[in-house]
């Protein structure tokens, strides 16, 4: 079969597409026929090297992928046979392939309303922005801020926040991708790119203060978005794609009130990251989210990779074996 390795770590030139040995399920696993895989930031810092977890060279990358079981392990009840499943492999990967495996009890089961390329955006990216949605107690009436609102993540929370009802400030770099934070139902798209951008946040809202931000930048984005929220107002950071995390003054944070907090991993009693990956693949098929999604060849994989670093990239990065 055709699969992507990386034997070494550095830029997306160490992607290599070539030829390996099919893989076989072992027991309690199954083999699905790799229809869609996704491309993640994570999958990024595990090919630069300098994700926490670092694997034994060389590996088949990705984590996410959809597509049809075509081969059983021992132990696995025949009615898996040709169903259509979704699953995240986990960090030890092995999705940039025309085959992956994983254990049964890890899939989804997906409905023909679900495209494979919607559910492996749902799998992990719409999951963390179930988590952070939950974090963040969006609700009718909110004003919300959302940085990076042309991402993977960042536009699964546009969407949501706008279904919830609340008034959705999209912000994204250059104009295609605060176009595309328009079409995701932001409500005042804006261009970070120009100068004063916080500015016209300000104007267009008319004087109605921001009261939640969505921060997956961080950096001196996410400070100047922390300007913006009004009195009382939230912020829940899930990342900082810039490099640096948003730093807040502690006065900041008592002068105004400001509440600032992470998103958590799964509360609980809550079911779990499971939980969140089924209220995900829940979201996209009854349309609360619409994954906006961009494909690339399999072979191509360094090509996509090149495109998601360069924060150019609009929706959620999609392989296609």
Known sequence: MKAVKQYAFGGPHVLVHEDVDEPRPGPWQVRIKVAAAGVSRLDLAVRAGVHPWSPTLPIIPGREVAGVVEALGDGVPSRWLGRRVVTCLGLAGGGYAELAVREVAAVHEIGDEVPDEAAVAAVVTGRTAVGVLDAARVAAGDVVL????????????????????????????????????????????????????????????????????????????????????????????????????????????????????????????????????????????????????????????????????????TGKIILVP
């Open 146 to 313: 959302v940085l990076g609102a042309a991402g993977g993540v960042g536009g699964m929370l546009v969407q949501a926040a706008a279904n919830l009802g609340a008034t959705v400030v999209g912000v994204a770099g250059g104009p295609a991708r605060s176009a595309a934070a328009r079409r995701h139902g932001a409500a005042v798209p804006v261009d970070h790119h120009e100068p004063g951008w916080a500015g016209r946040v300000t104007r267009e809202l008319a004087g109605r203060p921001v009261t939640t931000l969505l921060d997956g930048v961080g950096g001196e984005l996410g400070r100047q978005a922390v300007d913006l929220l009004g009195y009382g107002g939230r912020a829940v950071v899930f990342g900082w794609a810039s490099g640096t995390p948003v730093e807040v003054p502690a006065r900041d944070l008592y002068e105004r009130e400001l509440t600032l907090r992470g998103a958590p991993g799964p509360a609980p009693g809550s079911g779990g990251v499971r939980r969140l990956e089924e209220r995900a693949l829940a979201a996209v098929r009854d349309g609360v989210i619409t994954p906006l999604v961009r494909r690339f060849p399999l072979a191509e994989a360094a090509t996509a990779h090149a495109e998601l670093e360069s924060r150019r990239a």
